[in-house]
């Protein structure tokens, strides 16, 4: 009976996503665990405070290079998201003394996090997430990014020297992976633009080489039926990898997480940059040439309303997955947080017509 009202609380529209949240998870897994939502706003709080001290720095920075007395500097970034996850679920399980170690490998997480996500916006030429409180023209724009991408890779490089040798060769290996995967995005595009002039050769190629690509090595991280899903090698190599390898980071420091807790961590991050960001992205990705899962099912199906079908099933797909995971590792946060993604993500932004 409480399972059922907290069904029906979760399906209410006008219902805050947050609050659906934790009623869906509570109606689909029978866990509503009141100390785990305690312990993520001290996880939210503690990993807000991490980001606000090394953006001091940055902020000494850039008033620095432009003469002020003081600026503000902002990021706004969701990457964080799987570090306090991690850190919430090390302070549930770990006792107090513990804590404190577990906030020096969140802490060095978070400031990775960030760095490799302004060297992509960098990289993209992307600036708008660099966030200043003056006047700036597209220049200083892009000082402001070199400065606090610079400040911040430096940071985490002192950091490393703290740590196992083991922590910073899986920080490379991560970097590494998804530094090749941006290599292709070239070839994605160019198979993206022969795939919309009607080349079925390169149709083929997409669901070759994007759609169910082929691991060299397959993570011991995903079970067999995982390693079926489509867009799991592309996806992992583009945001999956970063979370597997910082999982690992906790363990080389000595810290025990469950696989069935890492899994879910990967699993939900590739299931919100399908369900929320491709989704949203998916008109301007269309215009812009660039190949994710939602644009290639676009090219791939029959008709847009299989299109729109299919980005559904599969971003559901891993969400699933994930949720299944966290319920599996004891991980109430990880499975709110996999509800919050789903019940956010609105598929009637998707056409049912090709483009």
């Known amino acids: 009976m409480l399972r059922r009202g907290a069904d029906w609380v979760a399906r209410r529209s ?5 609050v659906r949240a934790v009623f869906g998870y509570y109606a689909s897994a029978g866990v509503l665990d009141v100390g785990s939502l305690r ?17 001091a720095d940055v902020e000494e920075a850039i008033a620095a290079e432009f003469g002020y007395g003081y600026v503000s500097f902002e990021y ?75 400040l911040l890779q430096a940071r985490v490089e002192e950091q490393l020297g703290r740590f196992p ?40 190629a997409i669901e070759r080489r994007y ?16 390693l079926d899903l489509p867009y799991l090698k592309t996806q992992y190599d583009r945001v999956g990898v970063i979370y597997d ?20 961590i990967v699993l939900a991050i590739i299931g919100a940059q399908l369900w929320l960001d491709d989704l949203d992205d998916y008109e301007a990705d269309m215009q812009d040439g660039q190949l994710t899962p939602v644009t290639a099912e676009y090219l791939l ?34 499975g709110i947080a996999t509800e919050y993604i789903h019940r956010d993500g609105d598929p009637e932004k998707l056409p049912t017509s090709r483009p």
Do not use: C
Not at 14 to 18: M, Q, S, Y
Not at 213 to 223: M, N
Not at 248 to 263: K, L
């Open 39 to 55: 312990l993520k706003r001290r996880a939210d709080s503690t990993v807000e405070r991490m980001i606000r001290e090394a953006f």
């Open 245 to 264: 390898a910082m999982i690992e980071m906790y363990r080389e420091t000595g810290f025990a997480i469950p696989d069935a807790f890492q899994r879910s």
């Open 14 to 18: 006008l219902t805050p996503t947050a």
């Open 76 to 150: 706004d970034t969701k990457l964080v998201l799987p570090a306090k996850l991690t850190l919430g679920y090390l302070y549930r399980t770990l006792d107090e003394p513990a804590h404190y170690e577990a906030e020096a490998v969140t802490r060095l997480a978070v400031e990775a996090l960030l760095d490799g996500d302004m060297r992509d916006a960098i990289n993209d030429a992307e600036y708008g997430d660099f966030v200043v409180d003056f006047e700036t023209t597209a220049a200083d724009r892009a000082l402001i990014a070199e400065i606090a991408q610079e």
């Open 165 to 204: 040798d083991g922590v910073r060769e899986g920080y490379e290996w991560a970097v590494d992976i998804s530094e090749r995967h941006q290599d292709e995005d070239e070839q994605f595009r160019a198979l993206m633009d022969r795939a919309q002039d009607g080349d079925t050769d390169a149709l083929d």
């Open 211 to 226: 759609k169910y690509a082929d691991f060299e090595t397959p993570p011991d991280l995903f079970t067999d039926e995982e």
């Open 301 to 334: 199906a029959d008709s847009g309303a299989e299109a729109k079908s299919s980005v559904v099933e599969i971003s559901e797909a891993y969400l699933d997955r994930a949720r299944e995971q966290a319920t599996v590792a004891d991980s109430t946060l990880t």
